[in-house]
């Protein structure tokens, strides 16, 4: 196996400028969309008298408009 001549002259450079991903990380208008279907339900819930559901989509709504949050915080675009 012989190894390649070394290159003394002008040798053409790239630059690549690395992009941060983010596995896992549930994209942020899907979950503003949840949040805001979480907290119709809850009002409608509490509009027909089923309080004890409407208080979980309520907490559940809130939990997603936190990681909604969270998601805007470390990836503003």
Do not use: C, N
Request: proline share 9%; hydrophobic share 55%; glycine share 8%.
């Amino acid at each position: 196996m012989e190894l390649p001549t070394d290159e003394t002259g002008p040798v053409p450079v790239e630059y690549a400028q690395v992009e941060p991903r983010y596995y896992g990380i549930t994209p942020a208008t899907l979950v503003l969309v949840l949040a805001g279907a979480a907290l119709t339900l809850a009002i409608v819930l509490f509009a027909l008298g089923h309080w004890p559901f409407a208080l979980i989509a309520l907490g559940g709504s809130v939990l997603l408009v936190l990681v909604f949050l969270e998601v805007a915080r470390r990836k503003p675009d």
